[in-house]
């Protein structure tokens, strides 16, 4: 992903690695092969396997729990994810890329005054930020009770447990996770070439469209990534915001791990997450590459 | 209102209202942002324990909050797991980034592509792939698992801002130590990780942070005795409002605020 750091390759007074300093690395490598490699290589394996009838899990290798994935109740459900998680995103992109490009075109001393205000909410805890809009958005809260007193309504609307709630909640819990990384390609963006496009007689949508996307996609890309994957997954929101009406395979995961105590097929829905994952990342590097060529 | 725009910006107009636009636009973000939590503080303050209607100011709640014995216990399990990990993490970040720097590894790349897997892994692949981890290696659920669990997670952002610290870092430093006599362990020592400081501290302050605010990861490695905070507040929240929580709310985004500012103060120490 570009917005990630480069392997540090630069450094041109490294050198070649001698046996001590394999040594040294190993806690490392053994670390990220212990907790990273090996739960997902296992995940795998539990995704071919099934349960005998105590509900133990058996090695033999099965397409079941796969089959079970794409009929049509978790289809619903996935597609559902999905469909909200793009929402999400989409509504994102539209209210964070002219913020993070506003706050990457103001002079410096301004532009950090309001890049720590995004920070803030940033680290603060999305559970207690979702709380906050329990507060607002319950049919006894701030919302309702504003609405109320102004007359507007006659009687409290049904705000809470509703997937208007659930998408407010994962809007907010993940828009400043979509203004950073656009904000961090719009300041490496010379302004020199908007003016140029202007200059050239581009209109502002040309210029939008031609200069300015292509230039700040990998921005975009890493956002997208941020908002789009983890939205997907996200049962606490979910549960929050939704209450117990809106299923998404974040809940379905949890349920199948603690409730049916079906591993297996927990481990089948975590690897068609993954791939989802892993295409939505390919996806973004393609649309990357040919806005660049 | 574009018209009058128009007449007191003569050229170029069209930038000059996009601009206004953006900024009306960022305006907005940045309410929407602030609006719920600046509520939740208000409220926090509030003796109706409803919470609609502004009574009138009290510290009740904060009152309660430190005499709730749930939360006190699981606050105190967040701040065990919190501080193993984030110790982990360091040690593990650290020196990763150092070697990864000052050594060329064969399949450098193929490492640093692995160390950010957990940075971007969603986080419930991670929680059930760690749990029949668990399972598999029949490890008991309990802090071991939830600090090994978080450390995983934890340690590529240590990693990666020391490795950034270590890009502008002069490489003639430690060579100047070696040259005077000092073995690689106290040039390391010496030398390099006084320089290092500013983002070690950075890194692990971020490492406590992401600790102390994980839900999902969490959710599938505790235990009962090793609940953590976040859990506690879910589970609450999920039963609806309480005034107790926007009491901890408000501690929770007061703190959020000093450790940005925090980090930002050493960022600009590191720059100078």
Known sequence: MQALPAADAENPHARRATPMGWWLLAPMLIWLALFVVAPLLILVVYSFCSRDDLGRVVFDFTWTNYARVFDDTYLK????????????????????????????RRPPAVRNRLLLLVMIPFWTSFLIRTYAWIAILKSEG??????????????????????????????????????????GSAEKLDNALVEAAHDLGA?????????????????????????????????AITDLMGGAKVAMIGNVIQNQVFKARNLPFAAALGVVFTLLFVASYLALQWRGRRARA | MSDLAAKRFPR??????LDWGLGAWTALVFLFLYGPIAVLIGYSFNTSKLNVVWEAFTFRWYGELMRNEPILRTLGNSLVIAAAATVLAVVIGTTGAWLLHRFRYRGARAIQTLICVPMIMPEIVMGVSLLILFRVASLELGFASVILAHTTFCFPFVLVAVQARLQGLDPALEEAALD????????????????????????????????????????????????????????????????????????????????VLFTEHLKRLAAR
């Not at chain 1, 006659?154 to 979509?178: D, H, N």
């Not at chain 1, 502002?204 to 997954?233: C, D, K, N, Q, Y």
């Not at chain 2, 390391?188 to 006084?194: A, G, K, Q």
């Open chain 1, 142 to 183: 701030l919302l309702n009770a504003t609405l109320l007193s102004a007359r507007v309504i006659p009687q409290p609307l049904e705000l809470l447990y509703t997937p208007v709630a659930v998408v407010i909640g994962l809007v907010y819990a993940y828009l400043p996770f979509m203004i950073l990384p656009v904000y």
């Open chain 2, 180 to 259: 005077l006599g000092a073995t690689p362990l106290r040039a390391f020592w010496l030398v390099i990780v006084p320089c290092l400081r500013p983002a070690v501290i950075s890194g692990a302050l971020m490492a406590f942070t992401l600790s102390m605010d994980e839900l999902i990861i969490s959710f599938f490695t505790v235990s009962p005795a090793s609940r953590t905070l976040p859990l506690q507040v879910f589970g609450m929240a999920k039963v609806g409002l309480n005034p107790m929580l926007n009491a901890l709310s408000a501690i929770f985004v007061v703190t959020t605020v000093a450790f």
């Open chain 1, 77 to 104: 459900i996935l597609a559902r994810s999905v469909g909200y998680a793009a929402l999400t995103t989409l509504i994102c992109v539209a209210a964070g890329f002219p913020a993070g490009w506003f706050i990457a």
């Open chain 2, 12 to 17: 170029p107009t069209g930038l000059r209202l």
């Open chain 1, 203 to 235: 209109g502002p949508l040309r210029a939008f469209s031609e200069v300015i996307i292509p230039l700040t996609w990998p921005g975009i890309a890493a956002g997208v990534l941020l908002v789009f994957v983890p939205a997907i997954g996200m049962f």
